[in-house]
């Protein structure tokens, strides 16, 4: 099976622009989580949906949102990037099965 | 989630066998102890979990201690590519998907 991919990989925005980034999870996989991780506060919960409802959230404000289409297939986004917001954003496919979860590359967001 | 406790860091030698140490004296019953591994820049990998009893794949060995208040990863003949952040995990087996991430091991296996 092919693994959790993520597009874009790599995306340089400017301060309050917004930002969709896509994940498509494993093949028959319907949980998707995403996490933001930055050198200072490492790897961080965002969100996580389950037959396109979110089931869990993370502390972050409201600009980060995501969404999940019937096919599983899922997207976040950020609106009014500050410049905190450049991170590294890794997505999660899970086979609601063993629980585990398999991550994509990420994508890297710079903000400038 | 209950809190784990890793080194900082490690090292191993090449061809040796790496032993990663994780504490986690708050799990219940029903928290598994996962662990993730990630390269520089890449998305953490999966390893290998485990409840109570030891588990092997081929990446790796899980020996969790009977009062499973601590466990060790063991990669049985290190590799430079084995080089990464080491990531021990409790979680719930549950409708709840967040990982819980700590600060990790930084594993550097030297030649």
């Known amino acids: 099976k092919a693994g959790v991919t993520q597009t874009p990989r790599y995306l340089i925005k400017t301060r309050g622009q917004q930002v969709t980034l896509s994940c498509s999870p494993i093949?028959?996989?319907?949980?998707v989580s995403w996490y933001q991780q930055t050198p200072g506060q490492g790897l961080q919960f965002l969100f996580e949906y389950f037959s396109e409802t979110q089931r869990n959230k993370g502390n972050f404000p409201g600009r980060f949102s995501g969404r999940q289409f019937s096919n599983s297939r899922s997207e976040m986004n950020v609106s009014t990037l500050e410049l905190g917001d450049s991170a590294l954003y890794l997505c999660?496919?899970?086979?609601?099965?063993?629980?585990?979860?398999?991550f994509g590359p990420g994508t890297r967001l710079t903000v400038l | 989630d209950a809190k784990t406790t890793q080194p900082p860091s490690m090292d191993c030698a090449e061809g040796r066998a790496a032993n990663l140490p994780c504490n986690h004296s708050t799990i219940s019953g029903n928290e598994y102890v996962y662990w993730y591994r990630q390269i520089h820049s890449q998305g953490p990998q999966y390893i290998i979990h485990g409840l109570k009893n030891n588990e092997t794949n081929e990446m790796a060995s899980l020996i969790i201690t009977e009062d499973r208040k601590s466990s060790t990863l063991i990669l049985p003949h290190a590799t430079l590519r084995d080089t990464a952040v080491y990531y021990c995990?409790?979680?719930?087996?549950?409708?709840?998907?967040?990982?819980?991430f700590g600060a990790g091991t930084t594993v550097t296996v030297r030649a």
């Open positions: 093949s028959g996989h319907r949980s």
């Open positions: 995990i409790v979680r719930l087996r549950s409708n709840d998907y967040k990982l819980s």
């Open positions: 999660a496919s899970g086979d609601g099965v063993t629980d585990t979860q398999y």
